[in-house]
Each structure stands twice: as structure tokens, then as C-alpha cells.
């Protein structure tokens, strides 16, 4: 069985600074697919990044980026130039083919002036 | 020009009565998924379905029943409504499933009481 593991359950963070939320999982399988989904107060759930485990690259869209480590089998989002729109819950979500998108519990994350 | 449309938006409905979700997608995605987001904000997968079959049944009371009768809808009837059945649903959508991101509908709160 997969498992996704966020152990930040809340985060603060000041406008303009960097902040990066951790997230672990664990699986046997070596091609698998990791996202970072946020939903804002609005409920709405939408796409951060993307993550193919087969790249060495780290995904980097704007101002999120990544920090992955395969072997360690991590997955953090740093999020630089914080904004307060950038307050939400935060979902790290892993995927391998033929099976449903599973995601850890969530990191809310609160922006402040 | 909503990608993927869920109706109603609110449900609020008494313990034993059935009821249904409705979910749409224009996007031309061949499968579709619905998943149960608890009060912890706990996001898990119920169904999925590829071009109208059923992919994917999580374990998932048969008080729920997901039909698809083309591949652009997947509506999601609950007989029975119990307390433990409040929640938000969610419906998704994807070109495929691997690696593809989902597109998620803006939710259904369903409050039984």
C-alpha cells in the first residue's frame, strides 16, 4: 500500500518570505507520478505541480517548486515570494498507473501581512 | 465554460432519505472519479470509472452506487443516508489514469441530518 505523509498539519509564513512544506511517501514501485494540489477557502482544488519520479529534474511552475528526493522518498513544495492568495490547504498527492491519485492530510498553510 | 460541473453545490437532507450528486465534464476526459473530503479535510477515493466502466471501487458502502452513462457524466446516488455520510464530494476528471492531473469539480457539501 501507498502512503503519503504530511507532518506539518498548519504553517504560517509572512508575505514576501519562503516557506517549504514537507511531505514523505512510501511505496515499492519505481514510476510513479507525486503532485502538489492547493484548496483555498473557496474549496476549490487546484494543481500546484507535477512530479515525474522517473525525472531527475525538479518541477518548478512560478514561484512553487519542488525538492525531490527520490531515495529518501520526499517531496517538498517551496514556496517562495509568499503571497496572502497563497493561503490554503496544501495536498501532497502520489499516483501510480492503474491506481487512484492518494493524498496525504494536508498542510494549511496561513499567509499574514 | 466549466470544466467539470457538479450539482447541486448544497445538499441538506434528513438520515434515511436517497439522494443524488450529479457530475459533468466537457472536457473530453476518458475517466472520471469521485472522492469523499471528511471534516479533517481528508481527501479519499471512492470511485473510478474509465469510458463508463468501473475502474476503481474503494472500500465504499453499497448504499453508494456511481453511474456513468456516457463518459462525460458520473453521478454519484446514496441510499440510506446515515450521519457518518456528511461530507464534501468531489468529482474528477482525467485524460487517463497515470500520471495525468485530475480536474476537480468545486464540491458538493452534503449535510444529513
Known amino acids: 500500500a501507498q502512503t503519503v505523509t504530511q507532518s506539518q498539519p498548519e504553517m504560517s509564513v509572512q508575505e514576501a518570505e519562503t516557506v517549504t512544506l514537507s511531505c514523505t511517501y512510501d511505496t515499492s514501485e519505481n514510476n510513479y507520478y507525486l503532485f502538489w494540489y492547493k484548496q483555498p477557502p473557496s474549496r476549490q482544488m487546484i494543481l500546484v505541480i507535477r512530479?515525474?519520479?522517473?525525472?531527475?529534474q525538479n518541477a518548478t511552475e512560478n514561484r512553487f517548486s519542488v525538492n525531490f528526493q527520490k531515495a529518501a522518498k520526499s517531496f517538498s513544495l517551496k514556496i517562495s515570494d509568499s503571497q496572502l492568495g497563497d493561503t490554503a490547504m496544501y495536498f501532497c498527492?502520489?499516483?501510480?498507473?492503474?491506481?487512484?491519485?492518494?493524498f496525504g492530510k494536508g498542510t494549511s498553510l496561513l499567509v499574514t501581512p | 465554460d466549466t470544466a467539470v460541473s457538479q450539482t447541486p453545490k448544497y445538499l441538506v437532507t434528513q438520515m434515511g432519505n436517497d439522494k443524488s450528486i450529479k457530475c459533468e465534464q466537457n472536457?473530453?476526459?476518458?475517466?472520471m472519479y469521485w472522492y469523499k473530503q471528511d471534516s479533517k479535510k481528508f481527501l479519499k477515493i471512492m470511485f473510478s470509472y474509465n469510458n463508463k466502466e468501473l475502474i476503481i471501487n474503494e472500500t465504499v458502502p453499497n448504499r453508494f452506487s456511481p453511474k456513468s452513462p456516457d463518459k462525460a457524466h458520473l453521478n454519484l446516488h446514496i441510499n440510506s443516508l446515515e450521519l457518518g455520510d456528511s461530507a464534501v464530494y468531489f468529482c474528477?476528471?482525467?485524460?487517463?489514469?497515470?500520471?495525468?492531473?485530475?480536474?476537480f469539480g468545486n464540491g458538493t457539501r452534503l449535510t444529513v441530518t
Open positions: 512530479q515525474e519520479a522517473y525525472k531527475q
Open positions: 474528477a476528471s482525467s485524460p487517463f489514469m497515470g500520471g495525468s492531473p485530475l480536474h
Open positions: 472536457l473530453g476526459h476518458d475517466t
Open positions: 498527492a502520489f499516483e501510480v498507473s492503474g491506481y487512484a491519485l492518494n
